[in-house]
């Protein structure tokens, strides 16, 4: 196993909730695409505001999957 | 919309519940005196411990606005 | 009280539920063994994925406490 | 002369022609409510691609200015 | 709008003329294959030098484009 | 106490004694403008030389005060 | 040849000998499915340690290819 | 010698009189525990303000050791 | 397994053969007082030189292990 | 041609016109007493401003050129 | 005097009294052989102990001149 | 011994063998020119790739000597 030969891609996701559900947005995405995700590493996070509230938070992530 | 300038500022917010919400409180405090918020980013997520239990959470922001 | 010297250790907190979580986590492990702790910082956050779902979130902090 | 203390504030300039353009947009829309700016450094070059064209250049400063 | 997934691919243009230049070469190669190009940051600034004159412009950029 | 939102600002503060006392000119003159300074941190020392001596030294803080 | 437009890629190659053959690993998984790489920078290296012994190395890579 | 491995710990120090002196109170009382002090890095300086004045210095330390 | 909390220590081993020699020497040192050790970061790699020739090689390395 | 050995310098150039142009300066300046400049890479971009308005930009280049 | 070309140089000096001492033993001693220096700016700070104590300072320093 | 000031220069060697070759190329050139080299520290590995097989290897050290 120890093999293997990693990818990794980066992926901005962004949601209304907060910063775990945003995580959740990008991984959900790109395992819609990519198989054998491995491993993800927070690199920013980001947000926007209207009218003085969050309108949404976005978490950009290194994201890590195994090349078969 | 192009020609906007923006100033960035750095905020402190805290929240005995968790890393979201002290991002809210910052961002909200900031609305009370800045018009036009924008975007924030966060740049430091710390924390304060008392007899073993974490008793508030810190988040630093950059937060921009528009210059009018 | 500003005289005290402070050590800092780095260690990994991980949780099914999420970044907030992890890092209570990592807090209360370390209390078990460690007095006085004073404040953390978030290092780094990262996470594991199982078929395209996050399985576990992993947060790093830098804590800190008073050497007696 | 030397014993001035200075101040350093963050904007974030835009323009449709360039990055230097864009510093330019930056430093005058500051020096309208700032006396006194003296230096800025580059911190960050952005911009908004539309349509596979780049629409308009973003180029973030941290300019300073003499505390009188 | 706030719900996309955004993925960041890292190009490198180049030019005989200048920066600005070189990023406009990286956003257009890169319009040829990537739809929904948003923005880009610029990472790295190089070039290379023949004779004692500057023969080329490496404009390194992280380009942004919403995941459909 | 906890409860309270920080902001930071940053300035440079200058001396023909050494690196200390920058901080302590930076610190007093933003002290006549700013109440409630909680705590600096060293952004970065530098200094100018004038025939081969240090004329004066040149410490840029990042300083928080409590927002009321 | 100046004109050329570079994607760069990050990968990890493991390895049970050392650094350089992990290096060795990545580039050769790399060129199977691209073709025109021309150089690589060392991002991170890490491994992973089992009974007290190095058990596998693991070297992350920007590697970068011409854009045909 | 050169076969000897170290360990590093960080450490803080604090002083109302200024930088040089937190970095001694944090070696001496890092000295009581460790034996074969050998280096240290000066990671982070901080302070506190109170009144408007500067009333304690932190210095931060990478502190290295031999490990017999 | 997941639950796990992890503690990272900062250790330099050297050696007259090479980087990977110098790593393996602080593994083996650090494993014998620390069990479940997991896996290792490089974080600086250096060297000293004597008469023109690197005497011996230095890597620092953060070192994870779980905590029990 | 493998087998070269590289030395890099840190040069300023200086300009009124532009960013580019200061980097043309400082390359230009180095070619009068070193040989065999290969390539360069942008390590700072300042400027320096007076009346509200930008009178020179600074750049800082690193610069490489082989050994013979 | 816009037109100038800076040169950088880093240098690193030692002293038994303290940091802003090892400042000036390094510039004095760059003074000796290099004309015209302009500026430095302290790149990394560390120090030597023995039996517990501080034996000396060491103050790393990029130093700018004019090329003439 | 402690009052030495040293100068630190930046050179990148290069080898068709591996990293720690392309180290030692580097000492070895440097030595040729500059006498008193004492230590160095590798900033940065990279790598050129040819035919899909690595075809050289480059190593850019930061190395000091002592100013006599």
Known sequence: MNEHVYKTIEIT???????DDAVRVAIEKAAQTVHNLRWFKVAETRGCVENGKISYWQVTLD?????E
Chains 1, 2, 3, 4, 5, 6, 7, 8, 9, 10, 11, 12 share one sequence.
Do not use: M, N, P
């Open 13 to 19: 996701g962004s949601s209304q909730k907060g910063t």
């Open 63 to 67: 994201v890590a999957f195994t090349l």
